[in-house]
Antibody, heavy 119, light 110 residues
Framework: QVQLQESGPGLVKPSETLSLTCAVS?????????WAWIRQPPGKGLEWLGA???????FYNPSLKSRLTISVDTSKNQFSLKLTSVTAADTAVYYC????????????WGQGTLVTVSS | QSALTQPASVSGSPGQSITISCTGT?????????VSWYQQHPGKAPKLMIY???NRPSGVSNRFSGSKSGNTASLTISGLQAEDEADYYC??????????FGGGTELTVL
């Protein structure tokens, strides 16, 4: 059974960098699939942030592309998200998930982690 | 890229059927058969309910069904049950290799 678990600071100051990690268990990255980040501001809807594939290719939401980096550590079976120059608008629950080929659907999700941007 | 359009809320009585629409464009919903639907209960992660327009993952009740016509996809829940009360989100592959979500629909079981 594939399981994903997000981790990282729950509080980030404005203008700083938000960094999160997603640990994947029950599945080896080397077997394929895309891996994605999604966020949900409190009381609002879902927003796709981006994804990566093991061939090194990354895909980003155009609205966040200039501030977002997704990377992977295959030795630890985990992937990460870095969002720079954060503001209060970046306060959200951040989810990591497995994304099927052709970006068809997200079949396994982490439980989510709340990140608050505040001084 | 704009979010897909869903009604903010729908409601129905136990045993009834409801349908949630999801409208996009020919660059996303209308152009590909890659529409999916997610159920989200408060404080929980989204759960995949429908993929590739009309397919159900293993373990999802056959009371949930999906369809698509042109730029609009639909999720139908038949035989409404109290446990179906949740938020529902549609999603689609979008041209240019990205994913779009709908704004979400709150389902109330009366």
């Amino acid at each position: 059974q594939v399981q994903l678990q997000e981790s990282g600071p729950g509080l980030v100051k404005p203008s700083e960098t938000l960094s999160l990690t997603c640990a994947v268990s029950g599945y080896s990255f080397s077997s394929g699939y895309y891996w994605a980040w999604i966020r949900q501001p409190p009381g609002k809807g879902l927003e796709w942030l981006g994804a990566f594939y093991l061939n090194g290719k990354t895909f980003y939401n155009p609205s966040l592309k200039s501030r977002l980096t997704i990377s992977v550590d295959t030795s630890k079976n985990q992937f990460s998200l870095k969002l720079t120059s954060v503001t209060a608008a970046d306060t959200a629950v951040y989810y990591c998930a497995r994304l099927q080929h052709w970006f068809r659907y997200l079949d396994y999700w982490g439980q989510g982690t709340l990140v608050t941007v505040s001084s | 890229q704009s979010a897909l359009t869903q009604p903010a809320s729908v409601s129905g009585s136990p045993g009834q059927s409801i349908t949630i629409s999801c409208t996009g464009t020919s660059s996303d919903v209308g152009g590909y058969n890659y529409v999916s639907w997610y159920q989200q209960h408060p404080g929980k992660a989204p759960k995949l309910m429908i993929y590739d327009v009309s397919n159900r993952p293993s373990g999802v009740s056959n009371r949930f069904s999906g369809s698509k016509s042109g730029n609009t996809a639909s999720l139908t829940i038949s035989g409404l049950q109290a446990e179906d009360e949740a938020d529902y989100y549609c999603s689609s592959y979008a041209r240019g290799d990205s994913v779009l979500f709908g704004g979400g629909t709150e389902l109330t079981v009366l």
